[in-house]
Nanobody, 124 residues
Framework: VQLQASGGGLVQAGGRLTLSCTGS????????IGWYRQASGKEREFLGA????????FYPDSVKGRFTISRDNAKNTAYLQINNLEPEDTAVYYCAADPKLHTLVAVSTSVQYWGQGTQVTVSS
């Protein structure tokens, strides 16, 4: 499955942004989707993941409360909503797909598919 993240841009601190991850083909619904970000000079950070059916999500403690992941398999799209944006949220945001949720959570090198990122810049 090919993935494309979109929806990034320049936003003011305190605002809200929803990023989209659109997949190609009929198999999108068979993959769990994870969201990540990478700020300049830092390692890639796991933000959360959603199972293939969309009924369950997983977030690391570091982002609980401000980040919400959802998906619409009919549209082959997953979403990442970020509330109360902070300048520290400035990064390139990526989505990824893998049949196994734990592979996404572990940010494993064996994650099957990565999308191209979308830049989010938060101004203070």
């Amino acid at each position: 499955v090919q993935l494309q993240a979109s929806g990034g841009g320049l936003v003011q601190a305190g605002g809200r942004l929803t990023l989209s991850c659109t997949g190609s083909g009929q198999t999108f619904r068979t993959y769990a989707i994870g969201w990540y970000r990478q700020a300049s000079g830092k390692e890639r950070e796991f933000l959360g993941a959603i199972i293939k059916g969309g009924g369950s999500t997983f977030y690391p403690d570091s982002v609980k409360g401000r980040f919400t992941i959802s998906r619409d398999n009919a549209k082959n799209t997953a979403y990442l909503q970020i509330n109360n944006l902070e300048p520290e949220d400035t990064a390139v945001y990526y989505c990824a797909a893998d049949p196994k949720l734990h592979t996404l959570v572990a940010v494993s090198t064996s994650v099957q598919y990565w999308g191209q990122g979308t830049q989010v810049t938060v101004s203070s």
